[in-house]
């Protein structure tokens, strides 16, 4: 009898074990909200991301992870950091980003960008239980913030006389078209 309860409780211990290797942290990105949801073994989350912004691409579709990275460095865009990185489709990454105003609405190259800190719980989750990730829906029309560029307002009926060329032909050239500056 004794010998049949260890066998039963080492079974139990085996196909329990093997069910919760088997669990896989399940990833939504819902494009159109800017947000993820997560469910895993440890718990079930909700986070702001960054996805692309207009003129980049973030792919839809259901992944499995290809590769994880503690810390990447993006060759393609200057060397930028990319915490706790999970591959998924190519160059497309789940990764951390230190822009964190920018969470909650499309800013990246076409990356899925978290908080640092979500990104390591994320990384963490993954590296343990493996994952699946889905992408749905279509970003939300972007509004066009100020940039940092210099405008390219013409003047002088110079169609090569920018803004920029303004400031840089010194005092003399300010002053020439506008004395009261």
């Known amino acids: ?69 503690r810390m990447h460095y993006s060759r393609k865009y200057d060397m930028s950091p990319m915490p706790h990185s999970i591959f998924f489709n190519g160059g497309y990454a789940i990764h951390g980003s230190y ?25 963490k989750m ?13 970003s939300p029309t972007t509004r066009r913030y100020a940039s940092s560029r210099r405008s390219h307002t013409h003047y002088s009926g110079d169609p090569g006389y920018t803004h920029a060329h303004y400031y840089s032909r010194g005092w003399r050239a300010q002053h020439a078209f506008f004395p009261f500056w």
Not at 2 to 13: D, E, K, Q, S, W
Not at 19 to 47: C, F, K, N, P
Not at 126 to 138: C, D, F, K, L, Y
């Open 1 to 69: 009898m004794r010998g049949n309860t260890l066998t039963c409780v080492t079974l139990l211990a085996f196909f329990g074990s093997v069910s919760a290797a088997s669990s896989t942290v399940r990833i939504h990105i819902d494009l159109s909200s800017q947000r993820m949801h997560v469910e895993s073994s440890s718990g079930s989350y909700s986070w702001p991301v960054s996805t692309a912004r207009s003129g980049y691409h973030t792919p839809r579709g259901s992944y499995a992870p290809t590769g994880m990275q």
């Open 99 to 123: 822009e964190t105003g920018s969470l909650g609405r499309p800013a990246s190259h076409g990356c899925v960008r978290l908080s640092p800190g979500h990104a390591a719980a994320l990384y």
């Open 126 to 138: 993954v590296q343990a239980e493996g994952a699946r990730i889905s992408i749905t829906g279509s």
